[in-house]
């Protein structure tokens, strides 16, 4: 079997193309494998629309990078044909190396796709060889293909949340599928508020889903959110994750140490020791700043002890237990913090949790598990690594997409 047969099945390349010829230019670095297609002399070809058999109209050459051939850069140059079909007119034919409109191979792309999805887009961009601009817009054809095919037939409950994209107080909003263990996110949209909201519910329409079979929304306690919860899925019960419970008390309790810093001078490394758990992963130093915060009657030191038994009330086994243990927490928190105007961040903190305490209790009777967008705070870091980079919020979006939606099907079979 020559050469030229051998590059044509690895190509897979077949009738009416054939590999005519092949050239290393090694006057480049890296070096180049220059490969020539030509289609049989007097093949026909279908129509790009109806793909009835016409005779080529005319050529031109066009030229598309491919996976690199050991060390070497590859290139294949073909003449792709025009047709005149009767009914569709002069039309270029599509190669089945190539998409429409790419300069890269079909294989090269879905090695791209698969380098994205392991490591960040700049590093990928520069060990294959291309411009991160070029890969993006790879990562974002597949993307968009494959999230117009999403089928939410059977999206019986969601949870959704917002994130930051970058620094600026640019946010996206990220809606997740409860019933989903692995590649969660259904939908992810820039901005936040009430209009997320709106743009998702059309979303779940126009992909085969029913608004009014949703059952659960879990989301967090911003009146954004839950009035365009009701007026969007007015039908569906609201569980407020307990994430954002114990989110809310921990920046309270951050507001409290910055108010009283600013009076009194506050223990060495406190500033991180209150933001973690008690019975966490602390320092040496932290451990010594909370034990030095207790001692010292600061007021930071009763907003974080009460924003502690929150675990208290998580651990609740009941809907009965957590109820009569949210209770005495409200109570028990109101009882022991003063009424020094520093603790109005705490008080604020105790109010929406009275606000939203159904919603909150709503936990215990869920079926799903509400630390699922906790989790996926993780996976969002770990697409901002991927994304480093990234040039405007379309491609953060694409990226997590790539990463978090139910699309493996579309990178393996490019």
């Known amino acids: 079997m020559d ?21 290393l230019d090694t006057d480049r670095q890296p ?10 002399r007097g093949a026909q070809f279908g ?19 491919h996976l690199n051939f050991f060390q ?27 998409r429409e409109g790419s300069h890269f191979t079909l294989l090269f792309e879905q090695a ?47 949870a959704f949340d917002e994130t930051a994209a970058r620094r600026g107080h640019v946010y996206v909003t990220i809606f997740i599928d409860l019933d989903r263990r692995r590649q969660p ?11 997320t909201v709106a743009r998702f519910r059309a979303f779940l329409a126009a992909h085969g889903g029913e608004p009014g079979r949703v059952v659960e929304v879990v989301c967090d306690m911003s009146k954004a959110f839950l009035a365009a919860v009701g007026e969007q899925f007015p039908t569906a019960a609201v569980t407020v994750d307990w994430f954002h419970v ?52 600061f007021l930071t030191a009763a907003a974080w002890r009460i924003k502690e038994l929150l675990r208290w009330v998580r651990h609740a086994e009941t809907p009965r237990a957590a109820r009569w243990r949210l209770t005495h927490f409200l109570r028990h928190a109101r009882d022991r913090i003063a009424s020094s105007p520093l603790l109005d961040a705490f008080r604020a903190a105790l109010d929406t949790v009275e606000t939203h305490r159904h919603r909150i209790l709503q936990r215990w009777t869920s079926t799903h598990s509400n ?39 579309l990178v393996n079979s490019i």
């Open 371 to 409: 630390a699922r967008l906790e989790a996926l705070n993780g996976m969002f870091q770990l697409v901002r690594a991927r994304a480093r980079g990234y040039r405007n919020v379309d491609t953060f979006i694409a990226m997590i997409y790539l990463v978090g939606a139910p699309l493996p099907k």
């Open 47 to 65: 129509c790009p629309v109806c793909g009835r058999l016409c005779q080529a109209h005319d050529f031109k050459d066009l030229t598309w990078r």
């Open 246 to 297: 114990v989110q809310l008390f921990t920046k309270a309790v951050d507001t409290v140490r910055k108010a009283e810093a600013r009076l009194v001078k506050m223990p060495g490394a406190v500033r991180w020791a209150v933001l973690k758990a008690g019975d966490g992963p602390l320092t040496e130093k932290q451990a010594e700043a909370l034990a030095e915060l207790e001692s010292g009657g």
């Open 3 to 23: 050469g030229n047969r051998v590059l044509a099945l690895g190509l897979g390349v077949t009738a009416p193309w054939r590999l005519v010829e092949q050239r």
């Open 31 to 40: 070096h180049e494998l220059h490969l020539r297609v030509e289609a049989e």
């Open 185 to 195: 996110v259904l939908f992810v949209t820039p901005g936040k508020g009430k209009e």
């Open 112 to 158: 791209a796709l698969l380098l994205v999805r392991e490591m960040p887009v700049l590093t990928a961009a520069r060990m294959i060889g291309i411009t991160d601009q070029r890969l993006w817009r790879i990562v974002e054809h597949y993307v968009a293909k494959a999230v117009a095919g999403l089928d939410l037939g059977a999206l019986k409950a969601f």
């Open 72 to 98: 070497h850069h590859c290139y294949i140059t073909a003449k792709v044909p025009r047709t005149n079909c009767p009914e569709h007119g002069v039309r270029r034919v599509q190669v089945p190396w190539a």
